[in-house]
């Protein structure tokens, strides 16, 4: 395999091309000659780290078309298959240097240089986590884990065992149950008051949208039989109108505001807990999807004591105006070189579909006369919103039934009729789940790019055609549509809502099966993506709708040294055996050229 030119050019031109060894030796002379002394003590030129013997996919090429088909310059056969387009990669001062073959890559060793022999693992662009909620993850540490715990009694024994060692009167927090599992058989107070009296217990949703309590914690919080449902929320009630233990969509507000908030100092303890795990988990930068002014202030203070070990895209909370109003004044953060940047503002329109919350044009077709909720009864702040677009930063706005997906694209269009500039910010519907056939093409026109989850469909496959009937679901969690309207996709989990894991993201993407291999074909495999495509959702897609593609989300000299190291080929066995994506692991994560994770280590 032959070294790649250290060139700079942008995504849309052709990929490095090979070169001859003498060329190659005469480059490499030329190169480190160029070099100073930068960070590499006595061996001038050096580099700092050496990935070699590895499998290195650069996404180097051009895009897939919208059936998912490789590009034409593509390391892809028709008949053999993918195949890996480098061996080695180089990195000096956080930057590539050089990405070809091992032999290559050995002009750019010196004494201090760090050489990872990769025995034939995979390399690829560092992952990008484009919708998180990182403190979120950070602070699941101190809570009980509910994540796929199914039954009642089993939560309540879970409780109980924690407040056993916890002093009467401190808050009890737990995350995780599944509210739209859950729906038609919601949760009560009775048995968690009963068995755990004396500590106010707030137990979280998994996908935010729910919220379960015990009276001690109804009681700190005010809501009583008195208590109106909020706009775009709703207290369950029994046959006297008494709160029953459950609030659900806005209304779990009014149950997390009389929480006690941890400090900012606690909160960045949860951001580095939050980042270590996603170090662990393969990913170089995450997207913080509605950050709070004490998150802000927490991330800010990381960052200036330079304690960020990944890269952060902070979108600023709109359920948060002061901080809004604080950055409309501040404008968007253009600090590229940044840890962390601030440039894109977080939006809720309507709900969830698990909890009936998300707008729908038409009945839930399992509750006749409901449609959900959405804009201002949400508390959507569109005055706001604008404002924001107005002043120069991306939105972000959560959109998951087919009428809040349509009124969202109305918003964008008014919007961008009177800010024709705007249009140009990479705006983003997050989930995007069920959309109006018509309405598709209107993303693309509004140039408004999908952010969606792969696991949420094979996590709602349960329900979702419940909720939505036989037609409307063909709609529903659509990949492939976005793809073939020219609409602008990027993947992620909505962590820690949903697992991160990206080998689950990947299968998810490329099965639409879910971990146990069911369905055994696939949940509407028509809306299935390519590994490939899988692959650039969580990277070089990931790194368009920060506005830095062309500087990471490729392996490219000259670009940032930010990659994955994974156990298996995710090209080769998406396409060949994707069950077994399940299999994989992450080996090693090198973000600005440092190894922030390494397994076994």
């Not at 459950?246 to 939050?274: C, Y």
Request: hydrophobic share 40%; aromatic share 8%; charged share 25%.
């Amino acid at each position: 395999m032959q070294q790649r030119e250290p060139v700079h050019h942008t995504p849309a031109s052709r990929p490095l091309r090979s070169l001859s060894p003498a060329a190659t030796a005469l480059l490499a002379t030329l190169f480190l000659g160029s070099l100073t002394l930068t960070g590499c003590g006595s061996d001038p030129g050096s580099a700092d780290l050496i990935l070699t013997n590895a499998q290195v996919y650069t996404l180097d090429w051009g895009e897939p078309d919208a059936e998912g088909n490789p590009a034409p310059d593509a390391p892809f056969d028709p008949v053999t298959g993918w195949r890996p387009d480098a061996e080695a990669v180089a990195v000096q001062d956080g930057v590539i240097v050089f990405v070809g073959d091992a032999e290559g890559a050995e002009a750019f060793r010196g004494r201090q240089t760090r050489i990872m022999d990769l025995e034939g693992a995979t390399v690829i662009p560092g992952l990008i986590e484009s919708h998180a909620h990182v403190v979120e993850l950070g602070a699941l540490a101190s809570r009980i884990d509910l994540v796929g715990v199914e039954t009642e009694e089993e939560v309540v024994s879970l409780v109980a065992a924690r407040a056993a060692e916890t002093p009467p009167g401190t808050w009890i927090l737990g995350a995780g149950w599944d509210e739209g599992a859950w729906a038609d058989r919601l949760p009560t107070w009775d048995l968690l008051s009963e068995r755990v009296p004396d500590h106010p217990v707030y137990l979280r949703g998994l996908y935010g949208f729910g919220g379960w309590g015990n009276r001690l914690a109804f009681e700190r919080a005010g809501i009583s039989a008195s208590t109106q449902d909020p706009s775009g929320g709703r207290i369950p009630r029994d046959a006297q109108g008494n709160p029953t233990g459950v609030v659900l969509d806005r209304a779990t507000l009014l149950l997390e505001d009389s929480i006690p908030e941890p400090s900012v100092q606690e909160t960045m303890t949860h951001i580095l807990d939050g980042l270590r795990i996603m170090a662990e988990s393969g990913y170089t930068a995450v997207h913080e999807a509605g950050t709070n002014q004490r998150s802000m202030e927490a991330f800010e203070r990381l960052e200036s004591e330079g304690r960020l070990p990944l890269r952060v895209y902070a979108m600023v909370s709109a359920r948060e105006p002061e901080l809004c109003q604080e950055w409309l004044l501040r404008g968007p953060d253009s600090d590229r070189a940044s840890m962390l940047r601030t440039r894109s503002v977080k939006a809720f329109y309507d709900a969830s579909l698990g909890s009936r919350g998300a707008r729908l044009l038409d009945d839930y077709s399992d509750m006749p006369g409901h449609r959900g909720v959405s804009g201002a009864a949400y508390g959507f702040d569109e005055e706001l919103v604008a404002r924001m677009i107005g002043a120069g930063f991306q939105a972000e706005i959560h959109a998951i039934g087919d009428a809040g997906n349509q009124e969202t694209l109305d918003f964008f269009e008014r919007v961008l009729r009177e800010h024709p500039e705007a249009r140009n910010l990479r705006h983003k519907i997050v989930h995007a789940q069920v959309v109006h056939p018509d309405d598709f093409r209107r993303f693309a026109d509004l140039d408004v790019a999908a952010s969606m989850q792969p696991p949420h469909a094979v996590e709602d496959m349960r329900w979702a055609q419940d909720r939505l009937g036989p037609e409307r679901i063909q709609g529903a969690y659509a990949w492939r549509t976005m793809r073939r309207h020219g609409v602008h996709l990027v993947l992620n989990s909505d962590l820690p809502g949903s697992d991160w894991n990206i080998f689950y993201g990947l299968h998810a993407a490329v099965t639409r099966r879910d971990k146990e291999l069911q369905p055994p074909g696939g949940w509407r495999p028509e809306e299935a993506l390519t590994p490939e495509e899988a692959v650039r959702g969580y990277t070089v897609w990931g790194a368009w709708v920060e506005f830095l593609e062309e500087v990471t989300g490729i392996l490219r000299p000259g670009w940032r040294g930010d990659i994955t190291v994974m156990s298996l080929d995710p090209f080769v066995v998406g396409s060949t055996d994707p069950g077994t994506l399940l299999d994989g692991s992450i080996l090693a994560t090198v973000v600005r050229g440092a190894v922030v994770y390494e397994a076994g280590r």
